[in-house]
T-cell receptor, first 112, second 114 residues
Framework: GENVEQHPSTLSVQEGDSAVIKCTYS??????FPWYKQELGKRPQLIID?????GEKKDQRIAVTLNKTAKHFSLHITETQPEDSAVYFC???????????FGTGTRLQVTL | DTAVSQTPKYLVTQMGNDKSIKCEQN?????MYWYKQDSKKFLKIMFS???????INETVPNRFSPKSPDKAHLNLHINSLELGDSAVYFC?????????????FGQGTRLTVV
């Protein structure tokens, strides 16, 4: 994609609460939207992704929603745990592009 | 088995030096990338190669020169290093250039220019 905005930049929640991170993309041709988790000093790793022909996808405590009309997609983490603390990145890619365009990242802190 | 491996993990060097970072993937992927992550954690694409051919070259100074001897390797050479080059450089690979293929990242190379 061309540009991906991500909010909030930092998020602090108490253990057990839910966390929501939102992204907006600009390229209407984008059709793949992954979310990466990066722990301190580690590599980004895929946690969940969604294709443009799907509106919602869930994997245990993690879910992603996509609104193609509004060009929004969101990550939802329920029952947060301390090990969820990390930086989360959204990204998008168009069908023919060869790059993932990343959002600016959200630092999630789960407190006890 | 390490899927995407890059060396070295840490690199400290003086301004003006030339250095290289190596990357190898054993996943059989066609596409490889270099990303730069600055101190604010922004991940920016630098280059993308598909089957040894350069397909993306973002606005990167020509002091940075990628080289892909085969589709399993993508090295990054940097000439005349500057303070602003200090960052973590991630190599990544994916099965194909587009579509919904996941990118797998290496462990990163923390470059510090002093």
């Amino acid at each position: 994609g061309e540009n991906v905005e991500q909010h909030p930049s930092t998020l602090s929640v108490q253990e057990g609460d839910s966390a929501v991170i939102k992204c907006t993309y600009s390229d209407s041709a984008s059709n793949y939207f992954p979310w990466y988790k990066q722990e301190l000093g580690k590599r980004p790793q895929l946690i969940i992704d969604i294709r443009s022909n799907v509106g919602e996808k869930k994997d245990q405590r993690i879910a992603v929603t996509l609104n193609k009309t509004a060009k929004h997609f969101s990550l939802h983490i329920t029952e947060t745990q301390p090990e969820d603390s990390a930086v989360y990145f959204c990204a998008d890619r168009t069908g023919t592009a060869s790059k993932l365009t990343f959002g600016t990242g959200t630092r999630l802190q789960v407190t006890l | 088995d390490t899927a995407v491996s890059q060396t070295p993990k840490y690199l400290v060097t003086q301004m003006g030096n030339d250095k290289s970072i190596k990357c190898e993937q054993n996943l059989g992927h066609d596409t490889m990338y270099w990303y730069k992550q600055d101190s604010k954690k922004f991940l920016k694409i630098m280059f993308s190669y598909n089957n040894k051919e350069l397909i993306i070259n973002e606005t990167v100074p020509n002091r940075f020169s990628p080289k892909s001897p085969d589709k399993a390797h993508l090295n990054l050479h940097i000439n005349s290093l500057e303070l602003g080059d200090s960052a973590v450089y991630f190599c990544a690979s994916s099965p194909s250039p587009g579509g919904d293929s996941e990118a797998f990242f290496g462990q990163g190379t923390r470059l510090t220019v002093v």
